[in-house]
């Protein structure tokens, strides 16, 4: 999606305001610049020379995208932190944006994405959320959410049918780089108002009305976002359904998945070392086909060869390759067998089945050797070759070749202040302050916390890592922070003295103090006060504390208000810059919010000296 976006970008550019081109020429050089061999593969020929002209001219930075964008008529957050090397995505939902959709068959097992999903995006990571993340991700255990675990039903819904929540506290704020989001979260639920229990069949469509489903899940969450850290809170948990409810703190798909294979009919060989005839791309070298992660691969032009030595002379039945797009095209190809290397005898000629994306066998005879040379010639359209893995195996005893039953697992270091997880399938509980993830960085409580955590048997596989809140729980609540990049030491440190600290976690305010910048996020859920502020109505606050100035924000998240007050607690302000529709007297903000819309109104005042000291 984002190369398709990048490709619209390039064919419009010749058509907008000069103004705009500059502004979509950063935009490009900034997402390309770290994968320029890839999109020059992928793009139309006749975009190749003016991408490449963007690419080499000098006077052209990469867009800046360090900040929090809300997109408050969209239900949705972006918070970029280029100095951290993350950026950090929030999906929302309210009673004006559908929480998801599945129409004509698609994202049918969408349920949750909507309901606070989170997206951590890092430079070592970012293809975290391709194509296979959302083909293998467990639907029920979605980054962000709070879930009850009772069975859902796939269904595609025709549009217009989709849910939308009661609730109509969604929104957020922003200050410079930081931000608060919130949602009032009402599961999906459909008592018949949408359809029956035979619900509406469109067959023009292939989509139905909304299914029945029972669910009585509701929650109030709040993200704060700062630096080098989230913090997720959530307050006012309540079920009555008989249902386990349970809070996803993450669920990532791993960078290294191992796949064994047990009961196999025959010997699997480990090569000693691979080697390619070719390597164009320094990401996709030779040692990727047999590292026995389906998450690499070797690619090149064809003709273009692997080498796999066996160390010694074997005697040989099988070979099995998992073709990269396999499923999507067919590869013509050949395997041959040798002593030494240089003489070699043909085992194998013929095109892989174009059918699937995991192992194709390939029978190679009663046949012996220490090399296996895998030589690609084309592919579907296309004359690249590419290959995720490549495995050699021993001749069947039975004659009959079987890969017996595959099982995969993550193979990053799970560790938390209570030591190395030794990680499986099977859930764990720890009773922690902070658990790392190898790849990735860590997730911090700022009370101890029993989380539970598995690797999941797929391919590939996904560590999940959540919070139990037991049965139709009353007034729960969590507290947890995403720590992106920082090591296992720095986590250790991080516990020591974290950068923030959790003011209020309730069902009337939720609240997050940023010690270094001296930002404050407050969330009123209904009007009050907290410290020395007072709101005369529900609205989310934002301000930044510094030596001779603050700055204050406020939206009004439910777009139902028409005018809002936010009292400071001080007088001693000057407002120096300030927006259209709002007025600040004595100390009070008064804010007009008919047809804001969720927008922030930012305001920025001067502390005045009082006795020749600036204000406090």
Same mark, same amino acid.
């Given at each position: 999606?984002?190369r398709?976006?990048?490709?619209?970008?390039?064919?419009?550019?010749?058509?907008?305001?000069?103004?705009?081109?500059?502004?979509?020429?950063?935009?490009?050089?900034?997402?390309?610049?770290?994968?320029?061999?890839?999109?020059?593969?992928?793009?139309?020929?006749?975009?190749?020379?003016?991408?490449?002209?963007?690419?080499e001219?000098?006077?052209?930075?990469? &867009?800046?995208?360090? +900040?929090?964008? #809300?997109?408050?008529? /969209?239900?949705? @957050?972006?918070?970029?932190? $280029?100095? %951290?090397? !993350?950026?950090?995505?929030?999906?929302?939902?309210?009673?004006?944006?559908?929480?998801y959709?599945?129409?004509?068959? &698609?994202?049918?097992? +969408?349920?949750? #994405?909507?309901?606070? /999903?989170?997206? @951590?995006?890092?430079?070592? $990571?970012? %293809?975290? !959320?391709?194509?296979?993340?959302?083909q293998?991700?467990?639907?029920?255990?979605?980054?962000?959410t709070?879930?009850?675990?009772?069975?859902?039903?796939?269904?595609?819904?025709?549009?217009?049918?989709?849910?939308?929540?009661?609730? $109509?506290?969604?929104?957020g704020?922003?200050?410079?780089?930081?931000?608060?989001?919130a949602?009032?979260?009402?599961?999906?639920?459909?008592?018949?108002?949408?359809?029956?229990?035979?619900?509406?069949?469109?067959?023009?469509t292939?989509?139905?009305?909304?299914?029945?489903?029972?669910?009585?899940?509701?929650?109030?969450?709040?993200?704060?976002?700062?630096?080098?850290?989230?913090?997720?809170?959530?307050?006012?948990?309540?079920?009555?359904?008989?249902?386990?409810?349970?809070?996803?703190?993450?669920?990532?798909?791993?960078?290294?998945?191992?796949?064994?294979?047990?009961?196999?009919?025959?010997?699997?060989?480990?090569?000693?070392?691979?080697?390619?005839?070719?390597?164009?791309?320094?990401?996709?070298?030779?040692?990727?086909?047999?590292?026995?992660?389906?998450?690499?691969?070797?690619?090149?032009?064809?003709?273009?060869?692997?080498?796999?030595?066996?160390?010694e002379?074997?005697?040989?039945?099988?070979?099995?390759?998992?073709?990269?797009?396999?499923?999507?095209?067919?590869?013509?190809?050949?395997?041959?067998?040798?002593?030494?290397?240089?003489?070699?005898?043909?085992?194998?000629?013929?095109?892989?089945?174009?059918?699937?994306?995991?192992?194709?066998?390939?029978?190679?005879?009663?046949?012996?050797?220490?090399y296996?040379?895998?030589?690609?010639?084309?592919?579907?359209?296309?004359?690249?070759?590419?290959?995720?893995?490549?495995?050699?195996?021993?001749?069947?005893?039975?004659?009959?070749?079987?890969?017996?039953?595959?099982?995969?697992?993550?193979?990053?270091?799970?560790?938390?202040?209570?030591?190395n997880?030794?990680?499986?399938?099977?859930?764990?509980?720890?009773?922690?302050?902070?658990?790392?993830?190898?790849?990735?960085?860590?997730?911090?409580?700022?009370?101890?916390?029993?989380?539970?955590?598995?690797?999941?048997?797929?391919?590939?596989?996904?560590?999940e890592?959540?919070?139990?809140?037991?049965?139709?729980?009353?007034?729960?609540?969590?507290?947890?922070?995403?720590?992106?990049?920082?090591?296992?030491?720095?986590?250790?440190?991080?516990?020591?003295?974290?950068?923030?600290?959790?003011?209020?976690?309730?069902?009337?305010?939720?609240?997050?103090?940023?010690?270094?910048?001296?930002?404050?996020?407050?969330?009123f859920?209904?009007?009050?006060?907290?410290g020395?502020?007072?709101?005369?109505?529900?609205?989310?606050?934002?301000?930044?504390?510094?030596?001779?100035?603050?700055?204050v924000?406020?939206?009004?998240?439910?777009?139902?208000?028409?005018?809002?007050?936010?009292?400071?607690?001080r007088?001693?302000?000057?407002?120096?810059s300030?927006?259209?529709?709002?007025?600040?007297?004595?100390?009070?903000?008064?804010?007009?919010?008919?047809?804001?819309c969720?927008?922030?109104?930012?305001?920025?005042?001067?502390?005045?000296?009082?006795?020749?000291?600036?204000?406090?």
């Open positions: 999606a984002g398709d976006v990048i490709i619209a970008m390039l064919q419009m550019m010749p058509y907008q305001r000069p103004e705009h081109q500059e502004k979509m020429k950063s935009i490009v050089k900034y997402h390309v610049s770290d994968s320029a061999r890839e999109f020059y593969q992928y793009i139309p020929v006749s975009l190749i020379a003016p991408l490449k002209e963007i690419m001219d000098d006077t052209i930075l990469p &867009y800046e995208y360090d +900040g929090t964008k #809300i997109y408050h008529k /969209m239900d949705r @957050v972006v918070h970029h932190q $280029d100095d %951290q090397n !993350y950026a950090f995505g929030l999906a929302m939902s309210s009673s004006r944006i559908y929480n959709e599945s129409i004509t068959g &698609y994202n049918t097992t +969408g349920w949750y #994405i909507g309901d606070g /999903m989170t997206y @951590v995006y890092t430079d070592s $990571d970012p %293809q975290q !959320y391709e194509r296979d993340y959302w293998n991700v467990n639907p029920y255990r979605m980054p962000g709070t879930v009850d675990t009772q069975e859902r039903e796939a269904a595609s819904i025709a549009q217009t049918n989709e849910y939308l929540s009661h609730q $109509d506290f969604v929104g704020v922003s200050i410079g780089g930081n931000g608060v989001a949602m009032r979260l009402e599961s999906y639920h459909c008592d018949g108002s949408w359809g029956t229990n035979d619900y509406y069949y469109y067959p023009s292939n989509t139905y009305n909304a299914p029945i489903h029972d669910s009585s899940l509701v929650a109030k969450k709040s993200w704060f976002m700062f630096d080098d850290e989230i913090v997720a809170l959530g307050a006012d948990i309540n079920s009555a359904n008989g249902i386990n409810v349970e809070t996803i703190v993450d669920n990532r798909k791993s960078f290294a998945t191992k796949i064994m294979n047990k009961g196999a009919s025959s010997t699997e060989f480990t090569p000693i070392e691979t080697v390619a005839s070719v390597t164009p791309e320094v990401d996709n070298p030779a040692e990727n086909a047999t590292d026995g992660d389906m998450n690499t691969r070797w690619a090149a032009e064809g003709p273009a060869s692997l080498t796999i030595d066996l160390g002379r074997k005697e040989i039945g099988y070979a099995t390759i998992a073709f990269y797009n396999g499923a999507k095209r067919q590869t013509t190809f050949d395997i041959q067998i040798s002593d030494d290397g240089t003489a070699w005898k043909k085992a194998f000629s013929g095109k892989s089945g174009g059918k699937t994306d995991g192992f194709e066998a390939f029978e190679l005879g009663a046949v012996s050797g220490r296996v040379k895998y030589t690609g010639y084309e592919s579907t359209g296309s004359t690249w070759v590419s290959v995720n893995e490549m495995k050699v195996y021993s001749p069947s005893p039975t004659g009959e070749f079987s890969l017996g039953d595959a099982e995969s697992i993550g193979m990053e270091q799970v560790q938390s202040d209570e030591g997880w030794s990680m499986g399938y099977d859930a764990r509980t720890r009773d922690v302050q902070f658990v790392s993830l190898e790849g990735f960085g860590g997730y911090y409580f700022p009370e101890r916390t029993t989380v539970y955590a598995r690797k999941t048997n797929t391919n590939p596989s996904f560590f890592l959540w919070m139990d809140h037991g049965v139709d729980p009353k007034g729960a609540s969590y507290a947890y922070a995403i720590l992106p990049g920082k090591t296992v030491a720095e986590l250790q440190e991080y516990t020591k003295d974290p950068d923030f600290l959790v003011l209020e976690n309730n069902a009337s305010i939720q609240a997050v103090r940023e010690k270094d910048t001296g930002t404050v996020g407050i969330v859920w209904e009007k009050g006060e907290f020395s502020y007072k709101a005369s109505a529900p609205m989310i606050v934002m301000a930044k504390e510094e030596e001779e100035n603050v700055t924000s406020v939206s009004d998240p439910t777009w139902k208000l028409t005018e809002g007050t936010l009292d400071l607690g007088e001693n302000l000057k407002l120096t300030s927006c259209e529709g709002v007025t600040f007297a004595d100390g009070v903000i008064t804010f007009d919010f008919e047809g804001a969720g927008k922030t109104f930012e305001l920025h005042f001067e502390k005045e000296k009082v006795c020749g000291i600036k204000s406090r």
